[in-house]
């Protein structure tokens, strides 16, 4: 039977460990992003001047 690698699977844990930690930053960036590019939008319609038709 084959002997078991420990460090082997630790690493492999540790690096499934960062690798999701690192998405879920990127996840939260890109959505802070996206909620400051719709404030931004939000601001320039506020802003347009439409002309008055009489």
């Known amino acids: 039977m084959a ?12 690096n499934a460990k960062k690798r999701k930690k690192e998405e879920k930053r990127m996840q939260k960036e890109g959505a802070s992003t996206e909620k400051s590019e719709q404030v931004d939008s939000q601001d320039t319609r506020d802003t347009e001047i439409t002309p008055i038709q009489n």
């Not at 002997?3 to 540790?14: H, I, L, V």
């Open 3 to 14: 002997k078991q690698n420990y460090a082997f699977e630790k690493r492999q844990r540790e």
